[in-house]
């Protein structure tokens, strides 16, 4: 949820799902973050569903001003949308790493906000998490809402090569944004969208996904119903509909701004006086689905104003709709379509983004090393592997230099992992079969009850197959399932129905007891005595017949 100016609040705050509001701080508050740099906290200037904005700056002995230079998010620390954008910062945004790139890329500035600190604070018992980063001026969805809905060609060109430097250099650290939209899109303090050179920042990256894994390898394609329909649906890409991301999915959604930002309104986007009616994501989803397998008829919807669509914005499109999920683009030739209007030879383009497609996996590892973020899902658990820690790292004795960057990179989250499907377009797979249920379910089984689940019908089926296949002696099949006490009532329970069956009683076994045991004991006890009288009784005949045949 992108913040708003506390001016344009209109309605009662309401926190994300599962998230809660942080208490309001005083001005004047001072935070000290990891590298023991000190904030004063100034007024606030907006809010979000899961933290405030507050004016700041370094200056502590002095009331912060109302043109500070900075501005720091605040949100209690159960939240997770702000661990996230502060990792991102901290393992993406760092000066000297812009710097650097910005030197080997031959750019003046890329639009990525400089990290400046972050940090825990506690203010009356709770824990907050803080996150500094530079201040800018108005974004591009207000400046379009005041222009009656659409912005010049020449200044939607400019922002779309800006934001495809930004998005470049954002996927080249193995992050997707997944939530590129003009509210996130701010330009510099001082700086006026009329001008002919402005300078624009992408931000809020509390939704930045990490599309590779540690070793270096692009995650292959995953449905996850958890994460479905993630991020403002109206320019969710339909990759984002299937709850995952990656760069394709990134330059989709800036498609989908440049669009509405060009024609004014998207095909399912509700009208002004449908605002109030819910939106369903399965049916937008649908709909980007239908339009995106026939692009000629999609931009006679967006331009049936013009006499024919932007060549730009059509090639660029038709670029998208092409590329593979785990392909790399070719930025250079996107930049080239709104440079030149999208009138220029192409060709060439083509080919080297044929050749940056089949070297990418020997050339990017190198920049992946670092274990990545937990999958984003704010305030819910996920279950995953075992925690890294310092502890179960490699260390490099090579390397001594203390880097708050190193360590907080030693500390991710636990990973969600799932079944993973491959794809069966080039495109997107087919859609998820609708539920019988509800298709938004608000209590969605974690990751560990699916797989109980799962062990439970495996248990079931090879229960089945094997009663199937063994039988008693009496050919009946054999429950595996009971107890011993339950294998003892059953056997009692046929003894007393072979009892009542109409059989001779000559060929029943009577059903032994407790008493009857001890009777059945009793008489053979009696028995044996019985036996021992008669052989001593006999013994004493044999031997007085024996005596009495000697003495004759």
């Known amino acids: 949820m992108p913040p708003r100016r506390l001016e344009d609040v209109s309605v009662k705050r309401v926190a994300a799902a599962g998230c809660k ?9 001072i935070l000290t973050d990891i590298t023991q740099n000190k904030w004063i906290l100034g007024n606030p200037i907006g809010y979000g569903g899961f933290g405030d904005i507050y004016l700041a700056s370094n200056d502590i002995t002095s009331p912060v001003r109302q043109d500070a230079k900075y501005v720091i998010k605040i949100e209690p ?16 945004a760092c000066k000297h790493m812009i710097e650097s790139w910005c030197v080997s890329q031959g750019k003046r500035r890329i639009g990525v906000p400089i990290y400046q600190g972050s940090g825990s604070h506690v203010y009356k018992g709770q824990r907050y998490r803080f996150l500094v980063i530079p201040r800018y001026g108005i974004d591009i969805g207000k400046f379009f809402l005041s222009n009656r809905k659409t912005l010049p060609t020449k200044l939607v060109n400019s922002l779309a ?27 510099s303090q001082g700086n006026e969208v009329g001008k002919e050179k402005f300078e624009a920042y992408l931000v809020d990256y509390g939704l930045a996904y990490r599309f590779r894994t540690r070793s270096g390898e692009h995650k292959p394609f995953m449905h996850d ?35 509405q930002w060009l024609c004014g309104k998207l095909p399912w986007e509700k009208d002004s006086n449908e605002i109030n009616i819910p939106i369903n994501p399965e049916e ?84 992946f090393e670092r ?3 937990r999958e984003r899902k704010p305030c819910r658990p996920v279950n995953g592997e075992i925690r890294i820690t310092r502890n179960t790292q490699p260390k490099d004795p090579e390397k001594n230099d203390f880097n708050w960057e190193k360590v907080l990179a030693l500390h ?51 229960s089945c197959k094997q009663k199937s296949t063994q039988k008693s002696s009496d050919n009946e099949l054999k429950p595996k399932w009971m107890t011993p006490a339950m294998e003892e ?64």
Not at 21 to 29: D, H, I, V
Not at 166 to 185: F, M, P, Q, R
């Open 21 to 29: 509001l942080p208490e309001p701080l005083p001005a004047g508050e």
């Open 77 to 92: 620390h159960n939240n997770g949308p702000l661990f996230v954008e502060r990792n991102f910062y901290v393992r993406v």
């Open 161 to 187: 090569v800006q934001m495809l430097d930004a998005l470049e250099y954002i996927h080249s650290h193995g992050y997707a944004h997944a939530d590129v939209k003009g509210s996130n899109i701010l330009l």
């Open 225 to 259: 119903e958890r994460r479905a329909h993630e991020g403002t649906l109206e320019f969710t890409s339909r990759d984002g509909h299937h709850g995952t991301h990656s760069r394709r999915g990134d330059l989709e959604t800036l498609g989908y701004n440049i669009i």
């Open 284 to 367: 937008v989803h649908q709909q980007k689905e239908f339009f995106l397998s026939n692009l000629s008829l999609f931009m006679e919807t967006c331009f049936s104003r013009q006499k024919r669509p932007p060549a730009a914005i059509m090639k660029y499109m038709k670029y998208v709709t092409d590329l593979k999920f785990e392909s790399k683009p070719n930025y250079s030739y996107l930049r080239n379509l709104f440079l030149y209007g999208g009138n220029h030879n192409d060709n060439n383009s083509k080919y080297f983004c044929d050749i940056k497609e089949s070297n990418e996996n020997l050339t990017n590892s190198v920049f």
């Open 371 to 373: 274990p990545y973020l």
């Open 412 to 462: 991710p989250d636990k990973l969600a992992k799932i079944s993973i499907q491959s794809p069966l377009s080039p495109l997107t797979p087919p859609l998820t079969p609708p539920s019988s249920q509800s298709p938004q379910s608000p209590s969605l089984p974690t990751y560990a009850m699916l797989n109980v689940l799962s062990r439970m019908r495996e248990r079931q089926s090879s």
């Open 489 to 552: 009532i059953a056997r009692l329970r046929k003894i007393n129905e072979s009892l009542n069956s109409p059989l001779s009683t000559s060929q029943i076994t009577p059903r032994l007891t407790r008493s009857r045991m001890a009777k059945l004991k009793q008489f053979e006890n009696q028995r044996h005595h019985k036996r021992i009288r008669t052989e001593d009784t006999l013994d004493n005949v044999i031997t007085h017949k024996r005596r009495k045949d000697s003495s004759s």
